[in-house]
């Protein structure tokens, strides 16, 4: 069963079309990993799951019910943090926590779990306004799970966080998801991130949705395509040759990344490289990873869309 299904949702601002024709299936408690390039359409999906922005067309179901039909009731189940989190500055977080326990009628035992919870137990009586980008985060996420929802929607939930702050966020939603039974929807541009957190991915780029599906289904779909990666003294220049090659190449830590290439086609480009007085220090056979097999993605809809 589905915790959020959506039906041909189609949204449009003006004369451009935002979402076209989403189906969205996140299965109960799972961690859905919602992926996307800046402008894909990932917080307006998210707005109108959450009734924030008015539905155009297309249908949103919420633990199986519509959710024009029972829009309160629904909610009241659902905890989300949708870009920058909203609390009062001048409060501390448990002060903020605790207006908004009088409005959820949740017990007040609540706002010390759900602080230890978010590593924020030890702030006292320090104004939210003198926090960092990190800590709002986390008093965020405090706020979205104060009431013990079935479902959390988060909006870039590792915003602002250190590498340790990170690492902490990732575990505390995998305990929510595998202790408590709640269901993530996570949005993120860390792909590295998604990869060790979720069970399920979307990806959705130019307002369609790509492929959705089990993180494994989408490695499995890609097992085959792996890339070739090409490290030089001078990776521009060796990218001017690539293309002489009818080869893209992708600027990476590692140097450049190409499509799959055979040995003859890899020798060919080895020599003319080298002709041209560039050092070549490493050539290797790369896994697509969740970040390689994205772009791969995003970049053959760009260049059909093209066409």
Known sequence: MFCLQTRHLVYRYRH?????GIDLQVPQRSIYGFLGPNG?????????????L????GEIEIFGKRLQD??????RRVGSMIESPSFYDHLSARENLLLLQRILHCPRQRIDDVLA????????RKRTAQFSLGMKQRLGIAIAILHEPEFVILDEPTNGLDPGGIVE????????NRERGVTLLVSSHLLAEVEKLATHVGILHRGRLRFQGTLRELCERQRGLQSTALRTGDDRAAATILMQHGCRARSTERGLLLPALDDVAVAAIVRDVVRAGIGVHEVAAVRGDLESIFMGMVEDVGVKEAA
Do not use: W
């Open 40 to 52: 894909a359409g990932k917080t307006t999906t998210l707005r109108l799951v959450l009734g924030l």
């Open 117 to 124: 919870l978010v590593g924020l137990a030890d702030v006292g």
């Open 169 to 176: 966020m990732r575990e505390l939603l995998q305990r929510l």
């Open 70 to 75: 029972d829009r309160c009731a629904i909610l």
């Open 54 to 57: 008015t539905k155009q067309q």
């Open 16 to 20: 451009d079309v935002v979402l076209d």
